[in-house]
């Protein structure tokens, strides 16, 4: 679809879009390092990712020209969720997931306390590449979800909990899903979509203003 005939939403004119990001596929539409950058996948102008997803994580990332709406979900004082189901190294056990629970500590500080369980195989389609887990190593599913958005925060989480992530999916963003959307398929926000997400951003600021 062609940026000057994107259906814009509501009285604002402002696009949302979410995107099913692929691995090896950079947040910025200028390549990075070999990978892939998103003005490949034909995105109207002007609209930028409101968080990263690092080349090797997937899953959901949302695109805007709503600077307003980007700075709220982005800025970790407003602690938005965002929720990710990683695939790891060995089945983590209730000690490793009491620590991540707590708020474990990383090289640059303390962490916010995560919500964290186990759950059963996804059913995500195959990764392209696939993963190379080691035979010899048991491997297992966790959804995990924090508040925070530093650099590979989840992976250095749960490598600094004794569980190294094989694979990393983000599944949502508040409240919002992929559901049927496909690995590199992006669509507009719906309506109803747009002004919950809004919602959730301004109770998550006015819980940080006033507590």
Not at 88 to 105: C, F, M, Q, S, Y
Request: glycine residues 8%; contains cysteine; proline residues 9%.
């Amino acid at each position: 679809m062609a940026a000057e005939t994107f259906p814009r939403a509501g009285a604002s004119g402002k696009i949302y879009i979410i995107f099913n990001k692929p691995y090896g596929v950079v947040s910025q539409f200028t390549p990075e390092a070999g990978h892939l950058p998103l003005s490949v996948f034909n995105f109207p102008r002007g609209i930028y990712a409101a968080g990263r997803l690092d080349h090797d994580s997937e899953g959901l990332l949302l695109l805007t020209d709503d600077g307003v709406l980007q700075h709220r979900l982005c800025d970790p004082r407003f602690k938005h969720p965002r929720s990710y189901w990683a695939q790891v190294e060995r089945v983590p056990g209730k000690a490793a997931l009491d620590r991540l629970r707590a708020g474990i500590t990383l090289s640059d500080g303390p962490c916010r306390p995560v919500k964290i369980r186990l759950i059963k195989d996804p059913g995500l389609p195959p990764r392209v590449p696939p993963i190379r887990p080691r035979k010899t190593v048991p491997a297992a599913w966790v959804e995990i979800t924090l508040t925070e958005g530093r650099n590979r925060q989840v992976r250095r989480m749960l490598a600094a909990a004794g569980h190294p992530v094989l694979r990393l999916f983000r599944c949502k963003i508040g409240d919002m899903a992929a559901g049927e959307l496909a690995q590199g398929q992006w669509r507009p926000l719906l309506r109803d979509e747009i002004l919950l997400l809004k919602k959730s951003a301004a109770a998550a600021v006015m819980e940080a203003q006033y507590g």
